[in-house]
């Protein structure tokens, strides 16, 4: 039971990385479901002290991920529209690499001009609201990923402290 615990662990930590950079996948929570398995585990140690304060964690940077981009809109006078601009653009770059990595950057940013052009025609006042939507959406992506990737180090680190533990065939 412990191996599948572990390589269903080991899967919620990938699509939580990935829901990172996806809007529709809550990446740092779903992290956390891995590192809950994880300690679910006979092998490894419960600890829930450590397990709350990662929920915690996980949970504050995702409904902070749906206010970072609202800010930054607002601080440089955008709209929703710049908002989703952002979000289609990333979708964009995610399923349609034109760019390749550089994909990730440039069509949000296109995504939230053409949104704030679409709302208000007034180009100046467009790029500096789609600048805003833009920083706001990298900010709140950057810090998922940030929380993503501690939580699958701390996956790797535990899953190879508690190996021999782990990989036990005994009946």
């Known amino acids: 039971m412990d191996i599948v615990l572990l390589i269903i662990g080991l899967l919620c930590m990938l699509v939580g990385v ?6 529709v996948l809550p990446g740092p929570p779903i ?3 891995g590192l809950l398995l994880l300690y679910l585990t006979k092998a490894v140690p419960e600890n829930w002290t450590l397990l709350i304060i990662l929920l915690v964690v996980a949970l504050t940077i995702t409904i902070l991920d749906y206010i ?4 930054g809109t607002k601080k440089f006078g955008g709209s929703k529209y710049g908002i989703w601009g952002s979000i289609l653009g990333l979708l964009v770059a995610i399923f349609f ?3 390749g990595p550089f994909g990730i950057i440039i069509w949000p940013f296109i995504g939230a001009l053409v949104g704030e052009l679409i709302h208000n025609s007034d ?3 467009a790029l500096k609201a789609a600048f805003g939507s833009f920083i706001g959406f990298l900010t709140g992506t950057f810090l998922k990923f940030l929380v993503t990737l501690v939580y699958l180090g701390l996956f790797i680190w535990k899953a190879v402290e508690y190996g021999p533990e782990l ?3 005994s009946a």
């Open 123 to 125: 180009q100046k006042r």
């Open 167 to 169: 990989f036990t065939f």
């Open 31 to 33: 992290s956390w479901v």
């Open 68 to 71: 970072i981009p609202a800010a």
């Open 97 to 99: 690499p034109i760019l």
């Open 18 to 23: 990935l829901g990172s950079f996806l809007p």
